[in-house]
């Protein structure tokens, strides 16, 4: 049974998720705060496994007390958040801080019925997690790669990555890695409507790639990395001698959309030998088997393993049905991926 605690100043939310959230047999609601001084005492007193916290509160902001609890008393944290641009900007700092997730907050136009699954989702995901003490001061170190010749010897060449809970610092810091003449990247990130667009954003200004989130029929090209919008699935197509994405509705697929599978086959079927696959950390299964179709179709496949993963339910169900060609750290997957591009 995994134990949650509410942390919201709004009584509607903490009352509906403390109705809806028991609904799943496996998680029991075992208190609720009305603001972080609240949910500190509840905190040691209850000893929960997870804590939804809102990040708009009296008394206390919901990052600064994501900080000090991340400091003080580590412990797996999903975000509600509303769906504005402010908001977002203040999630990605939640998700930098060591939050597991970030759910669209219930309320106004979305109601907890609409979104109680994803949230039960997400707390199972966080329960799962490996939560580290200052995890931005022990993130791991991004080593800048410079290969000048990837330009003009990779231009057919596609990187396609897929990450889920805990994905957004494992893609910051594959990103990262990889020099401004790197292959054109496609990208799928488990992550709310809104807030992809904050997320590249953000990785942009850090990153030698351009990072952007994806438009319909935006060319994939060398040294730019596109990163599937919320709640839009994302294909890869070919058109004569280029690549061009494709966004589309559909039902979700593994409860997601965007889909890691959906983005994977479309890439095994038309780029073929001329990719590679990486997952990374995160809950479920989605991505593997397109991994294991992108193996089958010649491309190479690399993926996370335990020891750097938040999450060990993607990775490890991808090395389970054979879809992995190398397990790597964290650290190591950039360089391994431009070494094996250099040499194909």
């Known amino acids: 049974m995994i134990k949650v605690l509410v942390v919201d100043d709004s ?10 959230l028991p609904k799943f047999k496996d998680i029991e609601v075992v208190g609720t705060a009305v603001d972080p001084y609240a949910a500190r005492d509840k ?21 600064s007390f994501l900080a000090k609890l991340m400091k003080h008393y580590p412990l797996p944290v999903v975000v509600l958040s509303s769906l504005t641009p402010e908001n977002s900007e203040i999630a990605l700092k939640a998700l930098e801080l060591g939050a597991m997730d970030v ?12 979104v109680y699954k994803k949230v039960a989702r997400a707390i199972r995901g966080a329960a799962a997690a490996q939560v580290k003490k200052n995890p931005v001061a022990d993130a791991t170190p991004v080593v800048k790669l410079k290969h000048s010749k990837l330009l ?23 990103l990262k890695s990889l020099p401004a003449t ?4 496609v990208i799928v990130q488990h992550m709310p409507a809104n807030f992809t667009k904050s997320f590249a954003q953000r990785l942009n200004e850090i990153c030698q790639v351009e990072v952007r989130e994806a438009k319909d029929n935006d060319h994939v090209v060398p040294g730019v990395a596109l990163i599937a919008p919320g709640n839009f699935h994302m294909l890869l197509v070919r058109s004569g001698g280029t690549y061009l994405v494709k966004l589309k509705n559909g039902p979700r697929v593994h409860y997601q959309r965007p889909a890691v599978d959906v983005l994977f086959r479309s890439v095994a079927k038309n780029a073929g030998k001329n990719a590679v696959g990486v997952i990374l950390t995160g809950m479920g299964a989605d991505g593997a088997r397109g991994l294991f179709e992108m193996k089958n179709s010649g491309a190479h ?23 992995a060609d190398k397990v790597l750290p964290l650290s190591g997957i950039s360089q391994a991926v431009i070494n094996y591009l250099q040499k194909s």
């Open 11 to 20: 009584a509607v939310v903490r009352k509906m998720m403390s109705c809806q």
């Open 43 to 63: 905190i040691v007193k209850l000893k929960p496994d997870v804590v939804t916290l809102d990040m708009e509160m009296p008394r206390m902001d919901g990052l």
């Open 103 to 114: 759910i669209c907050k219930p309320g106004g136009a979305y109601s907890i019925k609409d």
């Open 152 to 174: 003009t010897s990779t231009t057919n060449k596609i990187i396609a990555i897929g990450a889920s809970t805990g994905g957004t610092k494992a893609i910051e810091v594959v």
């Open 182 to 185: 790197a292959p054109g990247t």
């Open 301 to 323: 496949t690399f993926v996370q393993n335990e020891e750097t993963s938040v999450v060990f339910g993607m990775p490890k169900e991808a090395i389970r049905i054979g879809a």
